[in-house]
């Protein structure tokens, strides 16, 4: 059999229906052998980014692995941003290289190259990857296929990269008898002195509260946690990554925490006893820079599949729990079924959230409304079951900041590497993997303007995407920089500047998409999900509001409330 029709029937086999990517002369096999498959469709993605970004959003989506391929050398390098895309946010896809044939490979002979457009990727991704390797032998393929899925897959999971010359891929083999399986490492065993100390604290403490993080998503957990968490009434707040794992339309829900996330939620935070968090790294984005004296009376329950992240050096108070996150709530549910959460530490929530939710920010500290009126607006016309691609940006925090993600809707953004254009190759990969759903990309004036080729996969499959282009005529989470620190010298960010926006109604006519602009009057007498491009135009100045400086604690945001005002919410009991 040969072996790219093996691979194939290989991908078919876990469930794979599309496999993305951008024809090229060392995978025209494999894209043969796909075009040819009754069960898998080959998505040419018009760049090879778009394919790796692509078959991310395919597998946040469907819950199944990703898979994006590439010709050697550019179309190879092409895709190493979202190689490392995928990495950072432990996504799992599989990432397959055409290569030049290996009796022209250069191996370690001290030359540049051999090959025409003969690159050494596994080299390059190896930092990025869970595991990367050239196969140089057909008779491994089908056991490196397994064992580089099944690493994909286990733990905290995460790309793979595997390279194949092209006599590789065009070569006859025995397939084995026996059908191969995936078996991915198992998961660190919750243990039950685990559990009961988690208990202990919860069942101790005044000011409990949940953090809720992308390993829950990950780990495929959040019906489990949904249900902890409306059984216990325990109070919740989420990271980025977190965002579309939990019910956010629930009493008990906050807000987003972070250096760009709601006021209250940071408050809430900061003033709890005992944080249960689940599948989140707890970065300096989360915490703030300044941690010492402003975290010291609480105790952090951290749960996480990785060790590493446990045990990375931090001031925080931690009680470290190495556990899949859906393992570790469904034993810990087990003996909290009968929790109530202290009323007075409820009141004192909800009094917070009535006090410094994002609306009461916008009355109190934002000047230009217009781009969080529109975020709020897509909450009313999207309900259930709407899958949000966000970009990276201005566009990322108020869409974070503003949209309640109920059950059964999405959220996916990049959390690790961040790079531009993400949410628009994200939302073709969504597409696919849920063909009914609506898709709702938020992105920006320049992620839009890097992420073009991707438009003409909406028209030419009829893809249930809308994109919103938010418009401000800037790179704006730049110019709120320039404005702090650089005396407000908007050198790439602004017209004056050297940054120019294209005419986004004739890229939408270039690629056939039915396009609308709206500007700040109109928007709300519009059905916006009835085109593929909507255009935003944002006039004046924008912001992010709230914001944390640095070394500042996580309850002190800019704008900065009075010592005053901060006094009186230090003190919930």
Same mark, same amino acid.
């Given at each position: 059999?040969k072996?790219? =029709?093996y691979?194939v029937?290989?991908?078919a086999?876990?469930?794979?229906k599309?496999?993305?990517? !951008?024809?090229?002369?060392?995978?025209t096999?494999?894209?043969?052998?796909?075009?040819?498959s009754? /069960?898998?469709?080959?998505v040419? *993605?018009?760049?090879?980014?778009?394919?790796?970004?692509?078959?991310e959003g395919y597998?946040?989506?469907s819950g199944?692995?990703?898979v994006?391929?590439s *010709?050697?050398g550019?179309?190879?390098?092409n895709?190493?941003?979202?190689?490392?895309?995928a990495?950072?946010d432990?996504?799992?896809?599989v990432?397959i290289?055409?290569?030049?044939?290996?009796?022209?490979?250069?191996y370690?002979?001290?030359?540049k190259?051999?090959g025409?457009? $003969? *690159?050494?990727?596994?080299s390059i991704?190896?930092p990025?990857t869970?595991?990367a390797?050239m196969?140089?032998d057909?008779?491994v393929v089908?056991?490196?296929f397994?064992k580089?899925? /099944?690493?994909a897959l286990?733990?905290?999971?995460?790309?793979?990269?595997?390279?194949l010359?092209m006599?590789?891929?065009r070569?006859?083999?025995?397939?084995?008898?026996e059908?191969?399986?995936?078996c991915?490492a198992?998961?660190p065993c919750?243990?039950?002195?685990?559990?009961?100390?988690?208990?202990?604290?919860?069942m101790?403490?005044?000011?409990p509260?949940?953090l809720c993080?992308?390993?829950? #998503?990950?780990?495929?957990?959040s019906?489990?946690?949904?249900a902890?968490?409306n059984?216990?009434?325990?109070p919740?707040v989420?990271?980025?990554?977190?965002k579309g794992t939990v019910?956010?339309? %629930?009493e008990?829900?906050?807000?987003m925490?972070?250096?760009?996330?709601?006021r209250?939620?940071?408050?809430?935070?900061?003033?709890? =006893?005992?944080?249960?968090?689940?599948g989140?790294?707890?970065d300096?984005r989360?915490t +703030?820079?300044l941690q010492? +004296?402003v975290?010291d009376?609480? *105790?952090?329950?951290?749960?996480d599949?990785?060790?590493? $992240?446990?045990?990375?050096?931090t001031?925080?108070k931690k009680?470290c729990?190495?556990?899949d996150v859906g393992?570790?709530?469904?034993?810990l549910?087990d003996?909290?079924?009968?929790?109530v959460?202290?009323?007075d530490?409820?009141?004192?929530?909800?009094?917070?959230?009535?006090? !410094?939710s994002q609306?009461k920010e916008l009355?109190?500290?934002?000047l230009?409304k217009?781009?969080?009126?529109?975020?709020?607006e897509?909450?009313? %016309?999207?309900?259930?079951?709407t899958i !949000?691609t966000?970009?990276i +940006?201005q566009?990322?925090?108020?869409a974070?900041?503003c949209?309640?993600i109920?059950n059964r809707?999405s959220?996916?953004?990049?959390g690790?590497l961040a790079?531009?254009g993400y949410?628009?190759?994200?939302?073709?990969? #969504?597409a696919?993997?849920?063909?009914?759903?609506k898709v709702v990309?938020?992105?920006g004036d &320049?992620?839009f303007?890097?992420a073009?080729?991707s438009?003409?996969?909406i028209h %030419? !499959?009829k893809?249930?995407?809308t994109?919103?282009?938010m418009?401000?005529?800037a790179?704006?989470?730049?110019?709120?920089?320039q404005?702090?620190?650089?005396?407000?010298?908007?050198v790439g960010?602004t017209?004056? &500047? &050297?940054?120019?926006?294209?005419?986004?109604?004739?890229?939408a006519e270039?690629?056939?998409?039915t396009y609308?602009k709206?500007d700040? #009057? $109109?928007?709300?007498?519009?059905n916006?999900?009835k085109?593929n491009?909507?255009?935003?135009?944002?006039s004046g #100045?924008?912001k992010?509001?709230p914001k944390l400086?640095?070394? %500042?604690p996580?309850?002190?945001?800019t704008?900065?409330l009075s010592?005053?005002?901060?006094? &009186?919410?230090?003190?919930? $009991?």
């Amino acid at each position: 059999m040969k072996v790219t =029709d093996y691979l194939v029937d290989f991908f078919a086999s876990l469930g794979v229906k599309v496999i993305f990517g !951008y024809q090229g002369g060392m995978i025209t096999h494999f894209v043969d052998s796909i075009s040819k498959s009754p /069960s898998i469709r080959f998505v040419q *993605t018009y760049h090879e980014q778009s394919a790796a970004i692509a078959a991310e959003g395919y597998a946040r989506e469907s819950g199944k692995i990703g898979v994006a391929i590439s *010709t050697s050398g550019p179309g190879a390098t092409n895709m190493v941003t979202g190689i490392a895309n995928a990495f950072f946010d432990s996504i799992p896809v599989v990432y397959i290289t055409g290569q030049v044939n290996t009796y022209e490979y250069n191996y370690e002979k001290k030359v540049k190259q051999i090959g025409f457009q $003969e *690159t050494d990727i596994v080299s390059i991704v190896r930092p990025i990857t869970k595991y990367a390797v050239m196969i140089s032998d057909p008779k491994v393929v089908q056991d490196e296929f397994s064992k580089a899925v /099944s690493i994909a897959l286990s733990g905290r999971k995460g790309p793979v990269l595997l390279d194949l010359p092209m006599n590789i891929q065009r070569a006859d083999i025995e397939v084995h008898s026996e059908k191969l399986t995936i078996c991915p490492a198992s998961l660190p065993c919750v243990k039950r002195r685990d559990v009961d100390k988690a208990y202990r604290i919860l069942m101790s403490a005044k000011r409990p509260l949940v953090l809720c993080g992308g390993g829950i #998503a990950s780990s495929l957990a959040s019906d489990s946690v949904n249900a902890f968490l409306n059984k216990t009434g325990l109070p919740y707040v989420v990271s980025l990554m977190g965002k579309g794992t939990v019910d956010e339309s %629930q009493e008990s829900f906050v807000g987003m925490i972070g250096s760009y996330g709601n006021r209250d939620a940071n408050i809430v935070l900061s003033q709890s =006893d005992v944080v249960l968090v689940l599948g989140s790294r707890l970065d300096l984005r989360q915490t +703030g820079s300044l941690q010492s +004296g402003v975290f010291d009376h609480i *105790t952090f329950i951290h749960v996480d599949i990785d060790r590493g $992240e446990l045990e990375r050096s931090t001031p925080l108070k931690k009680v470290c729990i190495n556990s899949d996150v859906g393992d570790f709530v469904r034993k810990l549910f087990d003996v909290m079924c009968n929790y109530v959460t202290s009323s007075d530490w409820l009141s004192f929530v909800n009094r917070i959230k009535g006090l !410094y939710s994002q609306d009461k920010e916008l009355s109190r500290f934002v000047l230009n409304k217009a781009p969080y009126a529109f975020v709020f607006e897509l909450n009313k %016309q999207f309900l259930d079951d709407t899958i !949000y691609t966000i970009d990276i +940006g201005q566009n990322q925090m108020w869409a974070a900041q503003c949209l309640r993600i109920k059950n059964r809707s999405s959220f996916y953004t990049s959390g690790g590497l961040a790079p531009m254009g993400y949410s628009l190759h994200a939302a073709i990969g #969504a597409a696919f993997a849920s063909p009914g759903k609506k898709v709702v990309c938020i992105i920006g004036d &320049g992620g839009f303007h890097i992420a073009i080729q991707s438009l003409l996969l909406i028209h %030419q !499959y009829k893809l249930n995407i809308t994109v919103c282009v938010m418009n401000n005529g800037a790179l704006g989470m730049i110019t709120q920089f320039q404005e702090l620190y650089f005396d407000s010298n908007m050198v790439g960010t602004t017209r004056d &500047g &050297g940054y120019l926006v294209p005419n986004i109604k004739v890229i939408a006519e270039a690629f056939s998409l039915t396009y609308l602009k709206l500007d700040e #009057a $109109e928007y709300k007498s519009t059905n916006i999900g009835k085109y593929n491009i909507v255009e935003f135009v944002i006039s004046g #100045a924008t912001k992010v509001s709230p914001k944390l400086e640095f070394n %500042q604690p996580l309850y002190n945001m800019t704008p900065y409330l009075s010592d005053d005002e901060i006094k &009186g919410l230090l003190s919930p $009991e």
